[in-house]
C-alpha cells in the first residue's frame, strides 16, 4: 500500500522561505513520477509542480515558477519542495501525489496521495 507523507509545512512571513518533504513507502519510489498539489479554502485543488522518474524532467505552475523548486532523492524516497519568496497567495493545504512514470499536471491523473501539510503566509 502507497503511503506518502509530507512535512515541514508552517507559518512564515511574505517574503519567507520553507522546504516541504514527502517521504514515500509501498512504492517502488524511482519508477514513480512525483508531484505537488495545493488547495486553499472555497478553491478546488490545483498543480503546483511535479518531477519525472529519473529527474530528467520537472513541470511548474506559471504562479511558482522562478520561486519554487521541486527535487527528489530516489535512495531516501523523498521528494521536495522549495518554496521561496513565498506570498499571502501562496497559503494552502500543500499535497504529495505520486503515479507511475510519466509526468501529469491534473489531479485526476494521480492515484496516490498524502494527507497535506498547511502553509500560512503572512502579509
Known amino acids: 500500500q502507497v503511503q506518502l507523507v509530507e512535512s515541514g509545512g508552517g507559518l512564515v512571513q511574505a517574503g519567507g522561505s520553507l522546504r516541504l518533504s514527502c517521504a514515500a513507502s509501498?512504492?517502488?519510489?524511482?519508477?514513480?513520477?512525483m508531484a505537488w498539489f495545493r488547495q486553499a479554502p472555497g478553491k478546488e485543488r490545483e498543480f503546483v509542480a511535479a518531477?519525472?522518474?529519473?529527474?530528467?524532467?520537472?513541470s511548474y505552475a506559471d504562479s511558482v515558477k522562478g520561486r519554487f523548486t521541486i527535487s527528489r532523492d530516489n535512495v531516501k524516497n523523498t521528494q521536495y519542495l522549495q518554496m521561496n519568496s513565498l506570498k499571502p497567495e501562496d497559503t494552502a493545504v500543500y499535497y504529495c501525489a505520486a503515479r507511475p512514470f510519466n509526468i501529469a499536471t491534473l489531479p485526476r491523473d494521480f492515484g496516490s496521495w498524502g494527507q497535506g501539510t498547511q502553509v500560512t503566509v503572512s502579509s
Open positions: 518531477i519525472s522518474w529519473i529527474s530528467s524532467r520537472a
Open positions: 509501498g512504492l517502488t519510489f524511482s519508477n514513480y513520477a
